[in-house]
């Protein structure tokens, strides 16, 4: 759902932000402001402060900054869509109707949401019926209760080809189509008749943020099917990486509790439950995303990852930490708890119970712990060489957070433990930014980006300069899709020189799937400099990117991008000549993403689920065209 931005500025003028922050944040009027503690880290001299004539609160111990919507964001756990409609409903406002496209789109995923819900009661009702006996004995086996077990709402799929298929043909408001654009149905390349996907499973109903049915994982009940767990296809209602298992449930015990806790499986999270850990959640089937972290990071700022006790659990709790590397951002970062090897949380929490879960919850081991230990696991550190190789390897790594205050304290922090570990005399060499040779090279930055940029004509063609290198043997030049990476590049310049966007369109701008890593740490910087700047202007904005250490890196989206950004994102164009140019590039990045997506199953033999997105996808490029060729007329 798309909102004006008339109409998010109407939603800030009827509420004061003292209104909103107030129902979290004790306040106390000091003439025109008001103070309190913030809510975003631990202090215990007030340094949070809101203001009501400039709309906005600021906290100026760790730099937390924003308006009415920002706060709800952050301390709610909603999606953007339900904050705004939640402000919306509190200002007594209606929520604009949606264009003919939205609507139609709506139309479908209603529907579609209507369709997961009648097969969610049919796998409920297979369950208690006589053929579910085999799953009842299953539930009975792992010690679930009744109340659990209708409080995640599980189910049974027969096994049969078309079980469920009849049953909800048998539905005047169900159609055959509809159940295969939701997952439930298999529709065979060789025009064969459709089928059940799942089949002789307990079913897992997977909800999103507002506790609709949004897809389903299975778990066998063979010992001879091919996969032990089963999850639905991607689908215009499941997107995986950006979910996480019992989401709605534990949203608030997690603010509670003021923790949430981050399990491997399904029934890992429903026995934490069933023991009295409401707060657990879990990935849906792959390796935590970056999606899913910032997710947790809405619940709570400290989830606690826990991990099986062995070398898997080992492996995907190194792989979380370093997804997590980039985005770590101040007040914000992960906790890790490792359990017996052998023991999963489900298993622990019910043979050794609640009391020793808790426990171990308390020897919880903080990021940088276990980033340090994965580190120096690994070869001997006794030779100069070996040394110096595994300093290299800690500034490497630690190069990765984009954050400088974090990557500063983590530098500080390393050498101390390098310090520890070598003994004696030793003095570390892992400190990244010499500020001597860092000067320097932002004075240099500075002067190259100002002979690339002239004020007058916008971007324009600067000489090269020699100490940038090769530019397409940069990461920023290397692509598999050009078009694309222009079109990543063109949105980076456009907010570079008008940073007025962000007002607008920051949330767009946040969520953007970049291809390029590069152009993607350039973006979480944007970001990080907007949250704390409300009034952004392109030339602070220009000299807090050089302060970050990301001057070289704007040089080359500079001298890449100039020949496709010069034509519109000069300053000569005017604020509506800029905006319409801005949602038409985005649409058109938009789909660039989406014949991408589409091209890479054009080489590979498709399987079910592959065909069935690759179906979901050309649909909704057409879609998207015809909205682009409509627009263009």
Request: some cysteine; hydrophobic content about 35%; glycine content about 8%.
């Amino acid at each position: 759902m798309g909102f004006t931005p008339d109409f998010l500025e109407e939603i800030r003028n009827r509420l004061p932000v003292s209104d909103v922050v107030g129902r979290k944040v004790r306040l106390t009027r000091k003439g025109r402001e008001h103070t309190g503690l913030c809510p975003f880290h631990n202090e215990k001299t007030p340094s949070f402060t809101v203001n009501d004539e400039k709309g906005f609160y600021h906290c100026f111990g760790c730099g937390a900054h924003g308006d009415v919507i920002n706060f709800t964001l952050e301390t709610e756990g909603l999606s953007f869509p339900e904050t705004v409609e939640r402000l919306a409903g509190q200002a007594g406002l209606e929520i604009p109707k949606q264009t003919p496209y939205d609507q139609k789109k709506a139309k479908v995923k209603k529907s579609l949401y209507d369709v997961m819900e009648a097969v969610t009661h049919w796998f409920e009702s297979q369950l208690v019926a006589q053929a579910g006996a085999e799953g009842r004995s299953y539930i009975k086996q792992r010690g679930l209760t009744k109340e659990t077990v209708k409080k995640f709402r599980l189910g049974f799929a027969p096994n049969s080809k078309n079980a469920l298929k009849e049953a909800m043909l048998a539905r005047d408001e169900i159609t055959e189509e509809m159940l295969i654009e939701a997952g439930m149905l298999i529709k065979p390349d060789d025009g064969a008749e459709s089928y059940d996907r799942f089949r002789h499973r307990i079913m897992f109903p997977i909800t999103d943020r507002q506790g609709r049915v949004v897809a389903f994982g299975g778990r066998a009940l063979s010992s001879q099917a091919k996969a032990k767990y089963l999850n639905s296809p991607e689908t215009p209602l499941f997107h995986k990486g950006r979910l996480l298992y019992n989401l709605s449930g534990a949203r608030k015990a997690a603010f509670e509790k003021g923790r949430l806790l981050v399990a491997e499986g399904y029934m890992d999270v429903i026995g934490l439950a069933q023991a009295g850990f409401p707060e657990g959640v879990a990935p849906l089937g792959t390796a935590v995303t970056e999606d899913q972290i910032r997710e947790m990071w809405r619940l709570t700022p400290e989830p606690m990852m826990c991990f099986d006790g062995d070398k898997a659990g080992q492996r995907a709790a190194i792989r979380v930490v370093d997804r997590s590397l980039p985005l770590l951002k101040p007040g914000h970062s992960l906790k890790f708890v490792y359990l017996p090897e052998g023991e999963d949380p489900d298993s622990y929490v019910a043979g050794q119970g609640a009391n020793a879960f808790e426990n171990l919850l308390s020897e919880g081991k903080p990021l940088a712990s276990v980033l340090w230990e994965e580190l120096i696991s690994k070869g001997d550190h006794n030779t100069p060489e070996q040394r110096a190789g595994l300093e290299q390897k800690i500034a490497r790594v630690l190069n990765d957070i984009q954050d400088q205050k974090i990557r500063g304290y983590y530098e500080n922090d390393f050498g101390r433990r390098l310090k520890n570990l070598f003994g004696g005399d030793f003095v570390p060499e892992i400190n990244l930014h010499d500020q001597s040779f860092n000067q320097q090279n932002r004075e240099n930055q500075q002067k190259n980006w100002d002979r690339g940029f002239n004020q007058k004509r916008g971007f324009s063609r600067g000489k090269e300069e020699k100490s940038i290198g090769n530019l397409n043997k940069t990461k920023i030049g290397k692509s598999n899709n050009s078009s694309l990476l222009d079109r990543e590049r063109l949105i980076i310049l456009t907010v570079l020189e008008h940073p007025w966007l962000l007002e607008q369109h920051e949330e767009q701008f946040a969520t953007f799937e970049f291809e390029s890593e590069e152009l993607d740490k350039v973006r979480n910087e944007i970001i990080r400099i907007a949250s704390r700047d409300s009034d952004l202007e392109k030339d602070r904005l220009r000299h807090q990117m050089l302060e970050a250490g990301l001057g070289q890196a704007i040089e080359i989206i500079f001298r890449q991008g100039v020949l496709t950004a010069q034509n519109f994102t000069g300053s000569k164009s005017s604020r509506e000549e800029t905006e319409e140019t801005w949602k038409h590039s985005i649409e058109l990045f938009q789909l660039a993403k989406l014949e991408q997506e589409i091209a890479s199953y054009g080489s590979k033999d498709l399987n079910e689920e592959d065909y069935a997105r690759l179906q979901a996808l050309k649909e909704e490029h057409s879609a998207s065209l015809k909205k682009l060729t409509e627009v263009s007329d």
